[in-house]
């Protein structure tokens, strides 16, 4: 059974910096990316970014290109998001996510709140 295990929230002023970082456990598997979502209050789930584990390639989404940076320890089977100039529409429970493959389904961890102050 695979867990993902979020850690690194909190609060935060605006302008301020914050490092979440992810921990795959569970058995022996073989992830082909590693991510994270977020969900604003009131909002559904939306992408953050994510990174493809066997090339590096990063991708973000626009409201975080920039100012977010992903990376990842494929031998600790670890991802961590490192999250500059926050601003309050940051605000939100941010989740770790996985795949094995383009076509599976995601694993996702408990998720972890961030909340930036204005």
């Known amino acids: 059974q695979v867990q993902l295990v979020e850690s690194g929230g909190g609060l935060v002023q605006t302008g301020g910096s914050l490092r979440l970082s992810c921990a795959a456990s569970?058995?022996?598997?073989?992830?082909?990316?590693m991510g994270w979502h977020r969900q604003l209050p009131g909002k559904e789930r939306e992408f953050v970014a994510r990174?493809?584990?066997?090339?590096?390639?990063?991708h973000y989404a626009d409201s975080v290109k920039g100012r977010f940076t992903i990376s990842s320890d494929n031998a600790k089977n670890t991802v961590e998001l490192l999250m500059d100039r926050l601003n309050p529409e940051d605000t939100a429970i941010y989740y770790c996510?996985?795949?094995?493959?383009?076509?599976?389904?995601?694993?996702w961890g408990q998720g972890t709140q961030v909340t930036v102050s204005s």
């Open positions: 990174i493809i584990r066997s090339s590096g390639s990063t």
């Open positions: 569970g058995g022996t598997f073989s992830f082909y990316d």
């Open positions: 996510t996985a795949r094995q493959s383009t076509w599976s389904n995601r694993f």
